[in-house]
Structure formats: C-alpha cells, structure tokens
Nanobody, 121 residues
Framework: QVQLVESGGGLVQAGGSLRVSCAAS????????MAWFRQAPGKEREFVAV????????YYTDSVRGRFTVSRDNSKNSLYLQMNSLKPEDTAVYFC??????????????WGQGTQVTVSS
C-alpha cells in the first residue's frame, strides 16, 4: 500500500508564494508519473500539473502555466508544487496523485488527503 501525504498549505496574500509538498511512503508504485489536482469550494476536482518519473515530461493546465512549477525528488519519494503570483482563484484543496501520467483523475490509483491553500485578496 502506498501512502501520500501533502503538507505546506496555508493562507497567503494575493501575489504571494507557497510551496506544497507530497511525501510517498509504503510500498513503491514503480517509476510512474505523479500529478497535482485541486478542488475549489463548490467545484469539481481539476488537474493542475503532471510530471514523469524522470522529470523529462511536465505539463500544466493553462491557468497556472508560468506561475506554478512542479518538481520531484525520487531519492526522497517527494513531489513538490511551487506556486508563485498566487491569485484568489487558486484557493482550493490541493491533492497529489500517483500512478499515471495523464490529466484524468480516474487514471490515478493513489491519492493524498489534500492540503488547503487559501489566497486572500
């Protein structure tokens, strides 16, 4: 069983920065991609970014491209999301997911519990 635990969420003013992390433990799920999703209040969960095992393939949703940076450290079984120039519309619970290399949440078998990011205007 693989466990994913997010951390680093919090409250930040618009224009500020925040980095969220995801630590994987337990049985490893192989050399697969990992992704970040988010869910804003009253909305469905949406794709944010995906990164391959080797970090050679990275893709962002349009609304965060140029502001967010996804990275991973396989030696630490960790995934990161650096968020800059944050906007109030970035407010959401951020989830990490593992086991695929797509934008579709149904393709991922492993999920964290989420971490809240709130951006004040």
């Amino acid at each position: 069983q693989v466990q994913l635990v997010e951390s680093g969420g919090g409250l930040v003013q618009a224009g500020g920065s925040l980095r969220v992390s995801c630590a994987a433990s337990g049985r490893t799920f192989g050399r697969t991609g990992m992704a970040w999703f988010r869910q804003a209040p009253g909305k469905e969960r949406e794709f944010v970014a995906v990164i391959s095992w080797s970090s050679t393939f990275i893709y962002y949703t349009d609304s965060v491209r140029g502001r967010f940076t996804v990275s991973r450290d396989n030696s630490k079984n960790s995934l990161y999301l650096q968020m800059n120039s944050l906007k109030p519309e970035d407010t959401a619970v951020y989830f990490c997911a593992g086991g695929a290399l797509t934008q579709e949440e149904r393709d991922y078998n492993y999920w964290g519990q989420g971490t809240q990011v709130t951006v004040s205007s």
